[in-house]
């Protein structure tokens, strides 16, 4: 179950009202390698995971992802709260606001709504694992580019923090994958784990191991 | 100009602290030392949340946080109003 905790996992200090930055960073709160996709995908995807620390890994960081989609629609709120209608018409955030006004919507810098179809879960842990990565990596480079375009320092503090977890998300993935793979192509599996063997069965015919 | 506290701050960090070694535990549940900060941590953030609930009221709904009256829930201003 989840609860609310009446705090941000990352203060936000915006230094101006801004939104023309506002509509750039909507990336990551509707786009493609953005937070809500993250914690959608990892929290999909822990129900599966043969090893009870990579249910506990996709728990705990698809959880922390849902922490980062709020502090991203914090950034976008305090960008636009005090916006006047002029400074709105005047930047690209004024296609948003004839839609949403200032509410957060997800959806990505281009406008594009927020859809699952932006990322994927396959049930094979070997494959997740490794899009997780990849998504990770992804998530990265859009930090780089945003806080690029971004001269906000408060906001550049915020968007740091982020991608240093993009950083540390891959990192840990990358270990639980090792971790996932010397236990699915090991013969010694822990007698009590509830294994789905018919599902190990196929994926061990697919990769001709064993 | 933020509404931000020394008491509020302190307890982000804290709680950051915690999610960063769990995360670590998650992929290395032998790890003695981390597992000891995480222990320590964990007691200075019951502390910390104990004071902040006892002076500002609930940080976590549903059942986590004893509040006084009036009910403090929806008081404090909200993470994204500070």
């Given at each position: 179950m989840f609860l609310y905790q009446k705090t941000l996992q990352f203060p936000v200090k915006v230094e101006?009202?801004?939104p023309a930055l506002a509509a750039l960073i909507?990336?990551?709160?509707?786009?493609?390698?953005?937070?809500?996709?993250?914690?959608?995908?990892y929290l999909t995807q822990r129900y599966y995971m043969p090893l009870p620390e990579a249910r506990a890994l996709l728990t705990d960081i698809g959880t922390e992802e849902l922490s980062h989609w709020e502090i991203i629609a914090t950034i976008v709120w305090k960008l636009v709260e005090h916006a006047t209608d002029e400074q709105i018409k005047n930047s690209p955030y004024a296609q948003h606001f004839a839609n949403h006004?200032?509410?957060?919507?997800?959806?990505?810098?281009?406008?594009?709504?927020?859809?699952?179809?932006?990322f994927n879960a396959k049930t094979d842990p070997i494959a997740d694992l490794h899009e997780n990565m990849a998504a990770e990596q992804k998530a990265r480079a859009t930090y780089e580019h945003l806080i690029r375009m971004s001269?906000?320092?408060?906001?550049?503090?915020?968007?740091?923090?982020?991608?240093?977890?993009?950083?540390?998300?891959?990192?840990?993935?990358?270990?639980?994958l090792d971790k996932v793979q010397d236990y699915i192509y090991s013969k010694h599996r822990r007698r009590d784990d509830n294994l789905d063997y018919h599902r190990i069965r196929q994926e061990h015919d697919r990769y001709g191991m064993r | 100009m933020?509404?931000?506290?020394?008491?509020?701050e302190?307890?982000?960090?804290?709680?950051?602290?915690?999610?960063?070694?769990?995360?670590?535990?998650?992929?290395?549940?032998?790890?003695?030392?981390?597992?000891?900060?995480?222990?320590?941590?964990?007691?200075?953030?019951?502390?910390a949340k104990k004071a902040y609930t006892?002076?500002?009221?609930?940080?976590?709904n549903f059942g986590y946080g004893k509040s006084k009256h009036p009910w403090q829930w929806v008081n404090e201003p909200w993470p994204w109003d500070r």
């Open positions: 101006t009202t801004n909507l990336e990551q709160l509707g786009g493609a390698d953005g937070e809500m996709a993250a914690g959608m995908r006004g200032r509410n957060p919507f997800p959806h990505n810098a281009a406008g594009v709504p927020f859809t699952a179809a932006f001269n906000d320092r408060g906001v550049n503090q915020t968007l740091s923090f982020l991608r240093e977890r993009e950083v540390v998300h891959f990192q840990r993935f990358g270990e639980m | 933020t509404r931000y506290n020394k008491d509020f302190e307890l982000m960090a804290l709680q950051f602290a915690i999610v960063e070694l769990n995360l670590f535990l998650d992929t290395h549940p032998d790890d003695e030392q981390a597992l000891r900060d995480y222990n320590r941590l964990v007691e200075q953030f019951e502390m006892e002076k500002y009221g609930p940080l976590v």
